[in-house]
Nanobody
Framework: QVQQVESGGGAVQAGGSLRLSCAASGRAFSSYARAWFRQAPGKERTFVAVINWSGTTTYYEDSVKGRFTISRDNAENTVYLQMDSLKPEDTAVYYC???????????????WGQGTQVTVSS
């Protein structure tokens, strides 16, 4: 059974930092693109960041550029999201996802984690 398990979420004040992790099991994702999405209450799930299989190419949603960093460790089958200078508008459930190719659409990803809550207070 393929699983992705996120961790590292929590509550933080504006300006703070969190580091999310997503560990996969049941399948090696070393040749897959890995991504992070988020979903705020009452809103659709949206793209945050994606990294290619080798870690050499990354893309970010405009509002997180310069504040968030995606990285991966293929030996550990894990992808990370370092989130700095957090803002209240970053509050959401964060999901990791995996797909054969890089993309920004929810429908492009087959494998999803269960999500981890990030809450940023002002």
């Amino acid at each position: 059974q393929v699983q992705q398990v996120e961790s590292g979420g929590g509550a933080v004040q504006a300006g703070g930092s969190l580091r999310l992790s997503c560990a996969a099991s049941g399948r090696a994702f070393s040749s897959y693109a890995r991504a992070w999405f988020r979903q705020a209450p009452g809103k659709e799930r949206t793209f945050v960041a994606v990294i290619n299989w080798s870690g050499t190419t990354t893309y970010y949603e405009d509002s997180v550029k310069g504040r968030f960093t995606i990285s991966r460790d293929n030996a550990e089958n894990t992808v990370y999201l370092q989130m700095d200078s957090l803002k209240p508008e970053d509050t959401a459930v964060y999901y990791c996802a995996a797909a054969p190719f890089m993309g920004r659409g929810v429908d492009e990803y087959k494998y999803w984690g269960q999500g981890t809550q990030v809450t940023v207070s002002s």
